[in-house]
């Protein structure tokens, strides 16, 4: 009686502990609605990799551009989040299917408002360069950058010193 009153209140303790687990603000699903209704459309790919790394990684997607970058006729995923507990810090990576499942390139600072990301063919040959923008408050910013062996290369920049 007393081993099996011991053995509830173990399972109770563990029920206990595992609600107490911090919880995403946003799953990633309700993540992949939001960007939706916000008017990025997402190919299968893409919801498949934020999936991945809304799983892995606890952030907040802000806005994200699905494009060929590597020159391998697959689109990477170019992504702008901030982290759920610091929502003012925003950060960009790249992510791309690998033979693991999920390749995320290093993460760079990123404007902390109006971000956005667009495709630019900067010096006429390929890999395919990018660009984000963005603010913070009166000032604002751009950097161009290019993926090299999975790697994010800061092209040139302005002004995001003090907008990131
Ligand atoms: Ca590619």
Not at 33 to 45: A, H, M, P, Y
């Amino acid at each position: 009686m007393i081993k099996q009153i011991l053995c509830s209140m173990v399972v109770c303790l563990l029920l206990i502990a595992g609600c107490t687990k911090e919880i995403p603000e946003q799953t990633a699903q309700e993540q992949i609605q939001r960007l939706n209704k916000s008017g990025i459309v997402l190919s299968e790919n893409a919801v498949e990799l934020l999936t991945l790394f809304l799983n892995k990684y606890p952030v907040l997607i802000q806005t994200c551009l699905e494009a060929d970058i590597t020159s391998d006729g697959q689109n990477e995923l170019i992504v702008i989040h901030s982290s759920q507990e610091e929502k003012n810090k925003m950060s960009l990576c790249v992510l791309k299917q690998d033979n693991a499942g999920l390749f995320r390139s290093n993460v760079l600072p990123a404007p902390v408002e109006n971000q956005k990301i667009t495709t630019r063919d900067i010096d006429g040959k390929p890999p395919l360069e990018f660009i984000i923008m963005g603010s913070k408050g009166i000032y604002s910013g751009f950097a161009i950058y290019r993926m090299l062996d999975g790697v994010l290369i800061n092209i040139f920049d302005d002004g995001m010193d003090d907008c990131c």
